[in-house]
Each structure stands twice: as C-alpha cells, then as structure tokens.
C-alpha cells in the first residue's frame, strides 16, 4: 500500500467513525434488547423458572415492607389517640374539678381535654363491668373525678414531663399514662423496619445470585462466540452487552411476577387481616402497592438483574485477558 | 510494518517459545513464517495480535510499540489487522453472511454499507452464492475461504493467517494463496505462517525460517 492510499483510508474511515459510530452503537443496543428477548422466548420454562425464583425472593421483603407501610398507618392513628389520664383528690367537687380541666385547657401542651366526674366514672365502670346494681351496694362512690388529657406532643417523652408537671398542681392526684405498650409497639415496629431492610439486603443478594449463575450458563454456552469476537477487535462491552439485557429482561420478568404475587397474596390475607384488626378495634388494611411502589419493585428487579449479569460476564472476562 | 526486537516469550518460567527474535518486515511486503511444528509460528502471531504479551524485547507494529496498549485499546488495534486463524473461528450458528459481517457489526458499521462489503468480500473468495448457508454446510476449504472473507472484509493494512493451508489438498492450497498474492498486490501487508515448504518453495516470497523459538534464517525473496 502507498504511504498516499493508506493516509487516504485512514481519513475515509475517520469520518466514517465520527458520523456514524453513535448511530451504530444505538442499533447494536437495539438489536441486542431484542435479540436477548427473542433468546429468553425460545427457552421459554428455563426462563420462567428464573424469574420465578427472583420473583420470590422479591416477594418476601416487598411483603413485609408493605405491611410496615399498613403499620406506620396504624402508627398515626395510635398517637393521635395516645391520652395522660389525670385523677384528682378524693375531696375534689364537681365545681372544683370545672375549674381544674379549664385551668389544664390554657396549658399549651394540652391539646384537648375531657372531664369524667365521679358520678360518670362509676357508670362506665357499672356498663364496663356489666355490674348494675352496684351502686346500690357501695355505701359510697370509691372513685374520683379525672380528666383524660390529649397532649399535643404525643411523645413519651413529652408526655412523662408533662405528667411529671400536672402532678404537681392542687386538686390533682396522680397523673396515669399508658405509655408502656404504645413504646412496645414501636419498638416492635423498629424491628420490622429493620428486619425488613435486613432481609431485603439479603434477598436481593439471593436475586444477583440467581441471575448471576444463570447468565454465566449463557455465557457458557457462547464462550465460542465471546472468543471470537474478543479475537476480531470487539470490546468489553460490546460482549457484555446481549447478557446485560438477558439480565434486564429476567429481572424485570421477576418483578412483574412479583407484583402478581403481592396482588394475589394481599387478596388471599385481606379478609382474615381485617376481621383481627377489628377485634383489636382498630381499622386495619393492607396497603396496595400502587403505581409509585410497583415502579419501585420494577426498577430494583431489572436493575439487580442487571447487575448480575454484569458480574458474571466481568467475571468470565477477566480470564480471558493476554497474558 | 512489523518490528520485533529481541523478542522473547516464556511460558511457565522454564520454556522459551520464542528467544531473542528480531526481524523487520516493511509495508506492503508479502512474508512466509516456516519451522516444524512447535517451532513458535503460533505464539509469533499470538504476540503480534496482542493475545500474548512478550516476556522480553519489543514489537513495534505501524510504528507503535504495542505492549504499551491500554485494555481498553486492544480491540481498536485488533480491528486494524484480518486474521486468518488455523481453525478458522468460524460461529456455527449463523449464516457465511453474518460470520463476515462480524467485524463490520462490532465496528457499528452501517447495514447497507457492511451487506455491500460483506459481498464483495464473499464474491472475491467465490463463495458469493453461499452467503446464506451455514459454515457446517461447507467444506473445509470453503470455511478456511469464509475465514479469509471475514479476514479482510474490513480492508485492514495487515492480514495475518496461521496455516491456511493446513489440511487442503495442493490445488485448492494454490488458489488460497493467490487469493493471498492478490490481497498483496492492492498494498496490504501479508503474513503467512505456514509448514507446508513445497508451497513456500514456489512462492518466492521472503520466509522467516523459526526453530525451537529462535529465528535461523531469513531468506530473502529470490
């Protein structure tokens, strides 16, 4: 070749590359989406059963995490109805105990407040009971007058300095708070949370594993091709490329099982979740994942299928360096 | 084109597959690589194409000394130089046309453009008719030419090929190498590594004699 010819070609192939090589990385892209899909279709049970172990080990953290979110619901409404009960002295009057609740009701920590006078304490705890004649057989009426206080700041904390200061006003006895099983809850609902995060950490690992050992049968079964194409000049990523959307495509398959799963799970328990929470009293449901959380699921799944696959080809490419 | 200095390749600490190689083949120059076999013509061609790195020494390649190339440069430098393999690294699941258009596809080259190139490459190994079969429906003589199709279908300045000739019969050895001749003569600069001397002996062509990984002689072209 002649030094002129060959500087010839080389401009030639210059400008070749400068308009065209954005185009043509664009229709490898398309063809490799497609042509991994086209692959996951022809084997069509071998696919199913790896999105389906994905798709479980997606659903177990998705699940809990969806229950933490019916959880925090239920959180909500706790604190709302969180109350200090306030009784006062024995010798209290009905009078007196007016003017105690209006003198509690300028505090600022106090957001709400109900007077129970004796009389009326003694007739909830006759209907609570199912004892009516007992009035008849108390010579006297045992129980003072209280004022059930709703705070504005529902935290134990605040709520034990609170108790602490009302104590400390005339005409009030001892300041009650039923604190202890509102902190469990929470603590337990800490727990979730982390359990969940937890588990979700791991389950995810589990979804990397499984795409992982997948894509590295693939890559098995075209090691023939890899070598060739790495021996003609293709890079890295042109190789990595059709594994990475197999790898997509599983996970995303996964996700979109997943999502069944949740919707058929959330539907198999909604009943007798129901009928439980209403015999605590209290209106619980599970939470649906709408269009933002199966977003969020579609997402996590297609990307960690990404990135199994990227590992088990990175893996595979390392080996076949120059030495 | 090609540069070796004092080139030296260790496998395993203790064997020397090539020692103290230098030699120099110029542009558009037509060379035979010759030695029994184990003589190091394989791990030669390996080093040039970047397979294998040298234990020792240098090779410079259109002026660059190549064991400076970055990972990531690597398959720019390979897409320079066609390659002929031995056992031709053909894809047994696509067709003659698509193993062609293999160094074209990973290039990015435009379809209509690489099909065209892809057939004149095809139609100058005679196999234009075959495009669609499939490498297993060919015989070894016409997947050895498809290797030689893909080889230069991307008109790189330097065409390598180990033993091309291997097992066909001297006839069809006689047309693959003008084919080779032919590509010489537009400029490109050709490579043989071959064991088969009759054929070196008729050609006339400059040959780099390798024994035991070492260059003995080097005869020039009569």
Not at chain 1, 284 to 289: D, K, N, Q, V
Not at chain 2, 133 to 148: F, Y
């Amino acid at each position: 070749m002649s030094r002129e010819a060959s500087k010839g070609r080389g401009a030639r192939a210059q400008r070749t590359t400068l308009s065209s090589r954005w185009r043509g990385w664009l229709r490898h892209h398309r063809a490799m989406c497609l042509d991994s899909a086209l692959r996951l279709v022809r084997s069509p049970l071998g696919s199913l059963f790896t999105m389906l172990a994905i798709a479980i080990a997606l659903v177990l953290p998705a699940g809990l995490w969806l229950m933490l979110d019916g959880a925090r619901l239920l959180d909500a409404e706790l604190d709302a109805s969180a109350t200090a009960t306030a009784y006062l002295a024995a010798d209290v009057d009905d009078d007196e105990a007016g003017r105690i609740q209006q003198a509690l009701n300028a505090h600022p920590e106090i957001k709400a407040s109900r007077l129970i006078t004796a009389e009326q304490g003694l007739a909830e705890f006759q209907r609570s009971l199912g004892l009516s004649d007992l009035m008849a057989r108390l010579p006297d009426n045992p129980l003072p007058a209280s004022i059930v206080l709703s705070p504005s700041d529902p935290s134990p904390l605040a709520m034990r300095a609170l108790a602490d200061r009302l104590e400390e006003l005339p005409g009030v006895d001892e300041v009650r708070l039923d604190l202890a099983w509102l902190d469990r809850l929470r603590k337990l609902a800490e727990l979730g949370r982390r359990a969940t995060l937890g588990l979700g950490v791991l389950f995810g690992l589990g979804v990397l594993l499984v795409v992982g050992n997948t894509i590295r049968l693939a890559v098995a079964s075209r090691r023939k091709e890899i070598e060739v194409v790495t021996l003609i000049g293709a890079t890295h990523a042109f190789v990595r490329r059709p594994f990475l959307y197999s790898g997509a495509w599983f996970g995303l398959g996964g996700g979109a099982l997943a999502l069944a799963l949740l919707t058929l799970g959330a539907d198999w328990l909604a009943a007798p979740i129901s009928a439980l929470a209403a015999s605590y009293g209290a209106s619980y449901s599970l939470p649906r994942l709408g269009w933002a959380g199966s977003a969020i699921v579609l997402t996590c799944s297609t990307l960690l299928g990404w990135l199994g696959a990227w590992l088990a080809v990175s893996r595979h490419l390392s080996k076949i360096r120059p030495r | 084109m090609i540069v070796f200095e004092h080139v030296g390749k260790r496998y395993g600490g203790r064997f020397d597959a090539l020692a103290a190689l230098s030699f120099r083949i110029r542009r558009g120059e037509m060379v035979f690589l010759t030695g029994h076999s184990g003589a190091g013509k394989s791990s030669l061609l390996r080093l040039i194409i970047r397979l294998e790195r040298p234990s020792r020494g240098r090779i410079l390649v259109a002026g660059h000394d190549i064991d400076t190339l970055h990972a990531s440069q690597i398959p720019f430098y390979r897409r320079q130089i066609g390659v002929v393999f031995q056992d031709h690294q053909l894809l047994f699941d696509r067709s003659i046309f698509h193993n062609v258009a293999l160094p074209l596809e990973i290039q990015g080259m435009e379809p209509r453009e690489s099909a065209r190139r892809v057939r004149a490459a095809l139609d100058k190994v005679g196999l234009l008719h075959r495009e669609r079969a499939l490498p297993i429906e060919l015989s070894g003589g016409e997947q050895q030419r498809v290797g030689i199709a893909r080889a230069v279908v991307n008109k790189p300045a330097l065409l390598l090929a180990d033993e091309p000739t291997g097992n066909l019969d001297p006839q069809l050895s006689a047309d693959i190498m003008r084919l080779f001749e032919d590509f010489n003569r537009i400029g490109t600069t050709v490579m043989i590594a071959s064991h088969d001397l009759a054929l070196i002996a008729r050609m006339r062509y400059r040959t780099l004699r390798l024994r035991d990984g070492r260059l003995t002689a080097e005869q020039e072209a009569p």
